[in-house]
């Protein structure tokens, strides 16, 4: 059984930080790309960041470069996504989801291609207040 659980949500003013985390398991860790996505109410749900545990590469959505940061502990088969500078727009349920690198070459798929991702946690709340 395929599960990824996330935590560390909850709220926080703008200009704050909060830190994410996602634990896997049921999947090998060291095969998989991992995103970040959310969702914010009457909105379709968006590519944040990825990261690939292939090789370590990242990506980001243009609306959180230069203030999120995606990291992941292979040992704890743990993902993060660091978030400074939150801004109320930040305000959305995230989610982490996996993707299987064998499919895509050893690659990922884009960090907007949410159709890619296989695998996904239940999400968590986070709120930014202005």
């Known amino acids: 059984l395929v599960q990824l659980a996330e935590s560390g949500g909850g709220s926080a003013q703008a200009g704050g930080s909060l830190r994410l985390s996602c634990v896997d398991s049921g999947i090998y860790h060291t095969t998989h790309c991992f995103g970040w996505f959310r969702q914010a109410p009457g909105k379709e749900r968006e590519g944040v960041a990825r990261?690939?545990?292939?090789?370590?590469?990242?990506e980001y959505a243009d609306s959180v470069k230069a203030r999120f940061t995606v990291s992941e502990d292979r040992a704890k088969k743990t993902l993060y996504l660091q978030m400074n500078n939150l801004k109320p727009e930040d305000t959305a349920m995230y989610y982490c989801?996996?993707?299987?690198?064998?499919?895509w070459g050893g690659g990922c798929p884009p960090v907007f291609a949410r159709a890619e991702y296989s695998y996904w946690g239940q999400g968590i709340q986070v709120t930014v207040s202005s």
């Open positions: 990261i690939s545990s292939v090789d370590g590469s990242a």
């Open positions: 989801a996996a993707a299987d690198s064998r499919s």
